[in-house]
């Protein structure tokens, strides 16, 4: 799309958001008193719907004039909570996540810009680093959720592995040469049979996509245009397939089949491999296996550093009706104190960044017994990417796992993977 | 992208008040409708004669029941002390190597041949785990750690073992069995702690067991008889890495008559990547989808799950393309949305569902060689599929209300000659009923939540 075509587009749809009387930059008006309780839609398992109580709870405490009511949705949430909003029912605050813009495209979330700088929210200091999750919740110029939980992606190393091959921790400082180096080292072979890979990864996009963020490339531009087979995204895509295929220090979709149980993540809490790149939510499930001695580290990068994050945000429903209390909400949930019982209920990593970076977090004995380099987590915040989230973001993975399995398989290189894909993608942000 | 263009044709540019059929826009030829005999026969096959023959007649009968065409026997891997529900293991003829006791599985034979006596023509025997004397951990469930369970020098010995069972089938017992599946959803991490039979087998060994029993069918003379069914994936998603074993393997992949898939877990998302792999790597390859059934906990006879059916269903044969579909256990006596049947074990009760009938708005009807026609409506609650027969005599639509509204809506594009109709319906009101008979209306009302097909013939 020409510039000139896209500025068209831009002027289009926030004509059209604005026709639609929401979505794009509403006007911070006043919203009447609260007259019945503010819904709050959110998922997860059991201890979920317990943390955020807690924290509406502290809410409460301080704002009894703005009642919130949680409303738990466990399986099938954004079915759920799609039907309830074309039904026309009061939702007020939902939490999203990756398909934060498919709320977004379809106006059913509203623009927080004016709100956050009514409130003075200065969400650099709130996330840290680059901002965390606040770009990939930006669409078009407006922030369409507050990040509330999450952290990023980071390196699960064996640690007993590292010692006995005489080689130093995974560090930020590492470029694919020392990665490189050092999962050649580690893999032990017994003739065609690894033993024990040096790495595992797999099709799960954040893996490959940190990959092609830390070799300088990118899935959409800024412009959000598709730009998957770049020479950068094409070099690091073959790096990534080489890594399985060429050096043999990662497991193949087949390896991976022959395990019975396979998956990076198995593969690494058996001690059969000795790294894998996975969220924060690993450490607990890895603490309870008591021979294995391991540690995270942030991750690193080639042209530069890169790691996703994971998480959710907060988003305001366009009808509701109380659009100024529920950033209020939204506010002191992702605010220090709002978001401390996620720490203390050990519930997750928050996105708040002063919490994350707090000895509360540090110190909360995520994982046990054992002492956990958490800092690792705070220490990706400025090495974060903003995600390639778009109104499209489901599409778009459905025609990168879609047409990148060849390349996953080793049966393309990446070069003729990605030029499958890039007409694919173009066609889809056409 | 083919595949999704295709799925878009679903929702074509048209008036909420019309359906289009396209009979020019030829798609799969249908190879037919069934369901698997697992476990429940071996049970209710020795029922009284009344409800064992009723149950038989609504899965089986095309006048009275929803006229399935292919049965799926299971060859028990042999009962286990260690799966505490008798319905989730089955007896093996095997008494040891080359010695069978015939007598064994007697209730299971009974259900089979009556199914053959009601319309049954096809017929799968499906195997789950190889006999525990095959297997490493001595067990049906699987092997510790849940990998391949089959011993590696018991390959042939298993090969051997089918076809024995088979052949016995085929000519003893006058069961035209015409395929044999050896491997049921070989990703899964089958291990000691499973309650059911299962063997977990990676790609390669998935390709030398097919191997090896072409090479048994070959040896047996059963080769123009008995084709591989193989390999019942656990769903759609991520099966690339087996199918491209499978169909890059030239002795093995010319001789593989489609590819046996499981919708479990399965969203649109899901298939259309492995539709498109196929497109791209091996075109031209057929797709059965051999089980499915609503995985959610309690019963339910109603519409609800029907619909859930119905919709799987529509999905498989316009999405993916399948030419033939195939229902997990036909009845079920859980508190479960399995089942199209359910029974009481206390007082032997049998009980109808709406998702038997809403399966009988595909399979009495859309019969074994009619071909898949372009079809589209313009109304978002309804889709729609069609079909024509083999003379072209005759042209079925299937359409599914999924709206809480009733639907009126025209069709256009039917072919010239047709003067005869009848519109079949399965909603809260009607099982499979005829609501409507004689010449062509002007227009059709699709009542909410429902399934209806119409039936136009010359």
Same mark, same amino acid.
């Given at each position: 799309m020409k510039l000139y075509k896209l500025l068209i587009a831009l002027v289009v749809f926030s004509l059209l958001l604005s026709a639609c009387g929401g979505g794009g930059a509403p006007a911070a008006t006043e919203s009447p008193k609260v007259t019945e309780p503010l819904v709050m839609t959110v998922w997860g398992s059991q201890l979920d719907p317990e943390v955020y109580q807690a924290r509406l709870d502290l809410f409460k405490a301080k704002n009894p004039e703005i009642p919130v009511e949680l409303l738990y949705i466990p399986s099938d949430y954004s079915q759920k909570v799609q039907t309830m909003m074309a039904g026309g029912e009061s939702l007020c605050i939902i939490q999203v996540a990756e398909d934060v813009h498919g709320y977004s495209g379809k106006g059913q979330i509203i623009g927080l810009n004016d709100y956050v700088s009514k409130a003075g929210v200065d969400l650099a200091k709130r996330y840290g680093g680059t901002g965390g999750l606040v770009g990939a919740y930006t669409w078009q110029g407006q922030l369409?959720?507050?990040?509330? /939980?999450?952290?990023?992606?980071?390196?699960?190393?064996?640690?007993?592995?590292?010692?006995?091959?005489?080689?130093?921790?995974?560090?930020?400082?590492?470029?694919?040469?020392?990665?490189?180096?050092?999962?050649?080292?580690?893999?032990? /072979?017994?003739?065609?049979?690894?033993?024990?890979?040096?790495?595992?990864?797999?099709?799960?996009?954040?893996?490959?996509?940190?990959?092609?963020?830390?070799?300088?490339?990118?899935?959409?531009?800024?412009?959000?245009?598709?730009?998957?087979?770049?020479?950068?995204?094409?070099?690091?895509?073959?790096?990534?397939?080489?890594?399985?295929?060429?050096?043999?220090?990662?497991?193949?979709?087949?390896?991976?089949?022959?395990?019975?149980?396979?998956?990076?993540?198995?593969?690494?809490?058996?001690?059969?491999?000795?790294?894998?790149?996975?969220?924060?939510?690993?450490?607990?499930?890895?603490?309870?296996?008591?021979?294995?001695?391991?540690d995270i580290a942030p991750l690193f990068g080639n042209k530069k550093n890169a790691t996703v994050l994971f998480g959710s945000g907060l988003a305001i429903a366009k009808g509701c009706k109380y659009p100024e209390q529920a950033f209020k909400v939204i506010d002191f949930l992702t605010g220090a104190e709002g978001s401390m019982p996620i720490v203390t209920m050990k519930q997750d990593a928050p996105a708040n960044f002063e919490v994350l970076s707090s000895d509360a977090f540090l110190n909360a004995g995520w994982a046990g017994d054992k002492k956990i380099n958490l800092k690792a987590l705070a220490d990706s915040a400025d090495i974060a990417f903003s995600l390639p989230l778009s109104p499209k973001w489901n599409e778009m993975q459905t025609v990168l796992g879609d047409n990148l399995a060849e390349l996953f398989l080793g049966t393309k290189d990446a070069k003729t993977s990605l030029d499958i894909t890039q007409p694919l993608l173009e066609d889809l942000f056409k | 992208m083919l595949s999704f263009l295709a799925a878009c044709m679903n929702k074509p540019n048209l008036p909420a008040d019309e359906i289009i059929i396209n009979p020019d826009e030829k798609h799969q030829t249908i190879e037919g409708f069934g369901a698997s005999a697992a476990w429940w026969a071996q049970d209710v096959g020795g029922w009284e004669d009344e409800k064992r023959s009723r149950i038989v007649e609504l899965l089986y009968n095309r006048e009275t029941g929803i006229g399935l065409t292919i049965y799926r026997y299971n060859i028990g891997g042999g009962l286990a002390d260690n799966i505490q529900d008798p319905w989730r293991t089955a007896e093996t003829f095997e008494v040891s190597p080359g010695v069978y006791d015939w007598s064994r599985d007697a209730n299971?034979?009974?259900?089979?041949?009556?199914?053959?006596?009601?319309?049954?023509?096809?017929?799968?025997?499906?195997?789950?785990?190889?006999?525990? $004397?095959? =297997?490493?951990?001595?067990? =049906?469930?699987?092997?510790?750690d849940g990998k391949s369970n089959l011993k590696p020098e018991m390959y042939d010995e298993f090969a051997q073992y089918m076809v024995d069972v088979v052949r016995h089938l085929r000519e003893e017992e006058g069961i035209p069995i015409s395929y044999i599946s050896p491997i049921n959803e070989p990703q899964w991490d089958w291990n000691y702690t499973?309650?059911?039979?299962?063997?977990?087998?990676?790609?390669?060994?998935?390709?030398?067991? =097919? $191997? +090896?029993?072409?090479? +048994?069918? !070959?040896?047996?003379?059963?080769? !123009? !008889?008995?084709?591989?069914?193989?390999?019942?994936?656990?769903?759609?998603?991520?099966?690339?890495v087996y199918i491209d074993k499978l169909l890059k393997d030239p002795e093995v992949a010319p001789r593989l008559p489609h590819l046996a898939i499981h919708s479990y877990w399965s969203k649109a998302e899901d298939k259309t990547p492995i539709v498109n792999f196929l497109e791209r790597n091996f075109p031209g390859t057929k797709i059965w989808q051999t089980e499915w059934t609503e995985m959610k906990e309690g019963r339910d006879t109603g519409m609800e799950t029907a619909l859930t059916l119905a919709n799987t269903v529509q999905e498989d044969l316009t999405l993916g393309g399948v030419t033939s579909w195939q229902y997990w256990i036909a009845v079920s006596r859980y508190f479960y949305r399995d089942g199209l049947i359910y029974v009481n074990l206390s007082d032997r009760a049998v009980i109808e569902t709406k998702r038997l009938w809403a399966l009988g708005n595909f399979s009495r009807y859309v019969r074994p060689g009619y071909v898949r026609i372009g079809a589209g409506a313009g109304a978002a609650d309804i889709t729609v599929s069609a079909y024509q027969s083999p003379d072209n005599a005759e042209v079925v639509v299937v359409v599914i209300n999924n709206g809480k509204k009733p639907v009126t809506a025209k069709l256009n594009g039917l072919p010239a000659g047709m003067t005869q109709f009848g519109q079949y319906e399965t909603s809260g009101a009607e099982s499979l009923g005829e609501v409507l008979k004689g010449s062509i209306p002007p227009g059709f009302t699709f009542p909410p939540e429902s399934v209806t097909t119409l039936v136009f013939s010359k």
């Open positions: 369409y959720a507050m990040p509330d /939980r999450g952290g990023a992606l980071v390196m699960y190393y064996n640690k007993d592995m590292f010692d006995k091959a005489g080689l130093a921790y995974p560090s930020k400082d590492w470029t694919w040469k020392e990665f490189l180096d050092a999962a050649e080292k580690l893999t032990v /072979r017994n003739g065609d049979t690894v033993e024990v890979y040096g790495f595992a990864a797999g099709d799960w996009w954040p893996w490959w996509m940190s990959f092609i963020y830390m070799n300088g490339g990118a899935i959409l531009d800024a412009n959000g245009k598709p730009v998957a087979n770049s020479p950068e995204a094409i070099e690091a895509m073959q790096f990534y397939q080489d890594l399985v295929y060429k050096y043999k220090v990662a497991p193949s979709p087949e390896d991976y089949a022959n395990m019975g149980q396979g998956g990076p993540d198995p593969v690494f809490a058996q001690g059969k491999a000795a790294m894998s790149m996975t969220g924060f939510w690993a450490v607990n499930s890895l603490s309870e296996i008591k021979e294995l001695n391991w | 299971a034979m009974w259900v089979m041949k009556a199914a053959q006596a009601q319309g049954a023509e096809m017929f799968v025997a499906f195997v789950n785990s190889p006999p525990a $004397r095959m =297997t490493v951990s001595g067990l =049906t469930t699987g092997e510790k499973k309650g059911q039979e299962g063997c977990h087998y990676g790609p390669q060994e998935v390709l030398e067991v =097919t $191997r +090896a029993l072409l090479h +048994a069918l !070959d040896k047996n003379g059963l080769s !123009d !008889d008995v084709q591989v069914s193989v390999f019942e994936s656990g769903e759609w998603k991520k099966s690339q």
